[in-house]
């Protein structure tokens, strides 16, 4: 059986009622996880044959095990939906009648299987109605209440009849019908609506009627609802459900029909219905209540759920009401803040209060957006709701006393944080509608808990909202701020948790800072006080880059300060490596703000012992430990150097000489004054050659240190040039012993900086000549095991072509074995390689006009090319990549159409390119379309992704779409 799995010929599966059950059998009950996938491949197989329609019947036997007739029925459903074809016309009533015997059969049997049933029902009713089977959704009910069926009592009679109804529109949705007769069908379901609706009204309304036809009933409506019903049409069954929520056994299912109904896509054309079903809500409070009482949360959360879903989906209609209705419109906001407010703390005691969070953002978004007199007056109406939702949310973002909080486990603990997130976001969105005296007011609460004395948790939950809405982008009233500002250094920040949030909070500030830079005479010294604590040192670094990235002018004052702290704190080695090499980047833009003289000194005292830690760690045996120390300097040294610059445009010298001048100036290298990072790259550079002969091998050094490279390249740009050759050479013998991704990246970055200038252009092409030679020499043995960088490899030269063509001229390149790299990698079997080989082949083809070495190479190899692109299209290739080899195609026929034009149509009859699923006359046609397409690349893509499919076996089937 595994060996017939492999094919999808019907004949050689040895389809047969016993290799079935056998391999049903081994799909749930083998215990080898090889022999589950086997049988599950063989009979999905199975399931697609010829074969399925005669075997579904047997395997739908009663004294078959449950799990033979569930595969049966959905053998049958698979035929009807998907192979609708293969059936005969004449069959089609024979089909119906078995296929309601079955049904009547399993209405007291298993459930799984009576429903697949339905199912395979359902999807022939959609195949023939209403052209074979007019009226199928009446022809439905009157076939089960008009039909003598002896073994079904009226109970299993009316569910399962149910059953097939509510999974009919559920299957309408995930049909794969053809697109012109979806209409049609959806025109005849909504036609059945008036026999459905009838039966689930008088089976709810039956005050005999058992709880299982009344679930079932409930599920039928719901899915029928999907069909956009018109709401007042079903106001008679929405009142019935509001009833029947105080039936403990159904309450569940009216919630989830009720949702239904209000969360229709056209529920907005009917406001008066939807206005109906908020007054019936709010008649829930007294049902609510008891239930909040008595702590049955189940029922709590249902009337949240559809409350929210209510509010979701008809918020515009919330804020168009007028009269009583804008009273039962603000009422029902209140409801919802009732949610929001639920004691306890999230997640432990309760998990309700984060259902109402998207609703807060629709209502504000629909009135933020709302036209100017509208806004107003959505505003001077809604604005006490959110006022009220404020104070809410403080409470209940605060954390639990410390002794509870210890209790809870890590998962709870992430909850809380993700909640909290959602609450800043949701007093975000408040601020936008409440602007200035929300900040008053929260101002005005923090000022009370201060003097009040009153329990960390609630100073924290003000900073936390003043961070949130800061956060935003707009800070409001700057008296406000400063105010808030000053009252900070009042607060007692014994408790990390405050002190942390503190500290992000300052950082939220950062842009505002700018604007006021006298508040920084009070801010850092809070920042460089948690700096000096581990476990604030965090959020003090955050912060304090945010404030150093934002108030680069303004920050000078303060450089001292914040450098001889920072010196300390990595004397004493006292923070995490994260916060280490995040301080390196404040101390590089603190530095920046100084002279050159003052920077040396400074990096005398702060540079110099990390240096001689990394010089140490490399003269020790290589361990884990001392891999990772190596990994920490490397990176604190590349954050400096990306942050460290002289020659940033927001220096205040170079601000007065305009953007023009300051462009000049910032390529110019400096004759009198010269970068640092320069300086720190030259003291470097032997401790990094150093490093290297022992790490070479080990592909988390190297990246760090072409990362740390790149990162001093970005800075110097031109003034880099006195180290290049050294790099270029570093560069190279690095790639030669492992070649790496990270070594082309930054090789990439050397050669666009200067791959034409003259005084160091020959070590930049000796350079890259080496890393030719040696990505060639990875071909064919090691190719497929790097393929990494063979991406990579292919993507630089792709840019290199663009940028830096000349590179490929240089003595000792050799473009046509390039050429030949790009040829084998398309045949490597990852996708973006693929890709990046093709856009390769773009590049070279397109440049081939203006370089004599490219077009020699590619009148030698092209032909070699298009034959591959063509494989690869007929099948070789995963489709995903068809676009890219389409693109390679074009380029073709774009740059070298009279060599393509003699190419294609002789390879499209050659016998050396098998494509035998397409006929002479279907490749001809394909040649002369792709000769005359020159100038749409969307058409020639269209047309090569319809010729991979025929080739393929797929034109024209499900799968193609996919």
């Known amino acids: 059986m595994a060996s017939s799995s492999q094919s999808r010929s019907d004949s050689s599966l040895d389809v047969n009622v016993e290799n079935i059950e056998k391999a049903i059998h081994q799909l749930y009950y083998d215990p080898h996880p090889g ?91 959609l195949n023939t109605m209403p052209e074979v089977w007019p009226d199928a959704v009446k022809g439905i009910i009157d076939t089960f209440q008009q039909t003598d069926i002896p073994q079904l009592d009226a109970t299993h009679r009316c569910t399962a009849l149910l059953e097939l109804l509510t999974v009919l529109p559920e299957e309408f949705h995930t049909a794969p019908l053809p697109q012109s007769r979806r209409g049609t069908v959806r025109h005849e379901l909504e036609n059945g609506l008036q026999h459905v609706l009838p039966l689930i009204k008088t089976l709810l309304g039956q005050q005999d009627s058992p709880d299982a036809v009344r679930l079932q009933a409930l599920k039928c409506f719901s899915s029928w609802v999907q069909l956009n019903v018109p709401l007042p049409d079903i106001e008679p069954i929405t009142e019935m459900l509001f009833q029947l929520l105080l039936n403990h056994d159904l309450f569940d299912l009216c919630i989830d029909s009720l949702i239904s109904v209000v969360c229709q896509p056209v529920a907005y054309k009917y406001p008066t219905s939807i206005r109906k079903v908020i007054k019936q809500v709010l008649q829930l409070q007294d049902h609510l209540a008891s239930a909040v009482r008595d702590k049955d949360m189940d029922v709590v959360q249902g009337i949240c ?31 919802i803040i009732g949610f929001t407010a639920l004691p306890g703390h999230y997640p432990v005691d309760e998990t309700i209060s984060n259902i109402p969070f998207g609703f807060w953002y629709i209502l504000q978004d629909d009135i933020v957006s709302s036209d100017q007199e509208e806004f107003r007056e959505y505003v001077r109406v ?37 909640y909290r997130q959602d609450i800043g976001d949701t007093l975000m969105y408040c601020y936008t509608l409440l602007r200035e005296p929300l900040l008053n007011h929260l101002y005005a609460i923090l000022s009370r808990i201060q003097e009040q004395q009153l329990p960390w948790q609630q100073v924290e939950a003000c900073l936390f909202a003043f961070r949130s809405i800061a956060e935003g982008g707009d800070y409001g009233d700057d008296q406000c701020v400063s105010d808030l500002l000053q009252l900070l250094a009042q607060v007692n920040m014994s408790h990390t948790t405050l002190a942390s949030t503190a500290l992000y ?32 040192a965090a959020p003090a670094t955050m912060s304090l880059k945010d404030i150093c990235c934002e108030c680069r002018k303004e920050i000078k004052p303060y450089a001292e300060t914040i450098l001889n702290a920072s010196q300390e704190v990595l004397r004493r080695n006292t923070i995490k490596a994260r916060e280490s090499v995040r301080l390196m980047s404040i101390v590089g833009l603190v530095l920046s703000t100084l002279s050159l003289q003052e920077i040396l000194s400074y990096l005398q005292l702060i540079l110099t012992p990390q ?70 790259l030259q003291q470097t550079l032997p401790i990094l050659q150093n490093l290297l002969s022992v790490w070479i091998s080990d592909v988390g050094v190297v990246e760090a240190v072409c990362e740390l490279l790149r990162r001093a390249s970005r800075t110097l740009l031109d003034d880099m040039q006195p180290m290049i050759p050294q ?80 590179v490929f001229v240089r003595e000792g390149c050799n473009p046509a074995a390039i050429f030949q790299c790009g040829l084998m990698a398309v045949t490597l079997p990852e996708n973006p390689t693929i890709r990046s080989s093709c856009n390769f ?78 006929t002479k006359d279907q490749r001809e046609q394909f040649a002369k379309t792709v000769l005359r397409n020159r100038a749409q690349k969307r058409q020639l893509r269209d047309l090569v992704k319809e010729f991979s499919l025929m080739c393929r076996g797929l034109h024209g089937t499900e799968y193609a779409e996919y």
């Open 35 to 125: 022999v589950k996938d086997t049988a599950q491949r063989w009979l999905l197989v199975a399931q697609r044959s010829q074969h399925a329609w005669q075997f579904s019947w047997t395997l739908l036997s009663p004294d078959k095990a449950t799990e033979v007739q569930y595969f049966g029925a959905s053998a049958l459903h698979t035929k009807i939906s998907r192979y609708w074809a293969e059936m005969h016309p004449e069959q089609y009533d024979i089909l119906r009648t078995q296929l309601f015997r079955q049904i009547f059969t399993f209405g007291t049997g298993a459930r799984i299987v009576l429903t697949r049933l339905c199912v395979a029902l359902s999807s022939f009713a």
């Open 305 to 335: 759920r559809l409350a929210v879903s209510l509010g979701e989906n008809n918020s515009k209609i919330l804020l168009e009401s007028e009269g009583e209705d804008r009273q039962h419109a603000v009422e029902f906001t209140n409801l």
């Open 382 to 418: 809604f604005a006490p709701v959110y006022m009220h939702l404020v104070e809410v949310m403080l409470t209940k973002v605060q954390y639990p006393p410390d002794e509870e909080y210890s209790t809870w486990n890590a998962e709870e603990k992430e909850h809380f944080r993700c």
């Open 505 to 536: 909070m300052l950082g939220a500030y950062s842009e505002w800072l700018a604007d006021a830079p006298e508040a920084l005479r009070s801010v850092i010294p809070v920042l460089l006080t948690g700096l000096n604590d581990p476990e604030l």
């Open 611 to 680: 240096l001689q830690i990394l010089e140490s760690a490399i003269n020790e045996q290589p361990t884990p430990v001392t891999k990772s120390t190596i990994l920490l300097k490397i990176n604190m040294l590349s954050n400096l150097c990306s942050t460290l610059d002289l020659k940033r445009p927001d220096r205040p010298e170079e601000e007065q000489e305009g953007a023009e001048s300051m462009t000049v100036k910032r390529a110019a290298p400096a004759q009198d004054e010269p970068q640092p990072v320069l300086l720190i």
């Open 727 to 806: 790099l270029a050479e570093l560069v190279a013998t690095i790639y030669n012993a492992l070649p790496q991704s990270a070594v082309l990246d930054l090789a990439k970055q050397i050669i666009i900086l200067f791959g034409d200038n003259e005084e160091v252009c020959s070590a930049v092409g000796a350079m890259f000549v080496q890393l030719c030679s040696k990505t060639v020499s990875l071909f064919p043995a090691q190719a497929q095991d790097q393929t990494d960088v063979v991406e990579t490899f292919m993507a630089v030269c792709a840019i290199l072509l663009k940028k830096q063509s000349s």
């Open 841 to 918: 082949f773009m590049s070279f083809i397109s440049q081939s006009e203006n370089l004599p070495v490219l077009s020699e190479a590619l009148a030698q190899h092209g032909r070699s090319l298009l034959e591959l692109v063509l494989k690869a299209i007929g099948g070789a290739a995963p489709r995903t990549v068809i676009e890219s080899l389409a693109d390679v195609l074009f380029t073709l026929n774009k740059h070298c159409f009279s060599q393509l034009s003699g190419w294609l149509p002789e390879l499209m009859l050659s016998p050396d390119l098998s494509l035998p699923r397409v």
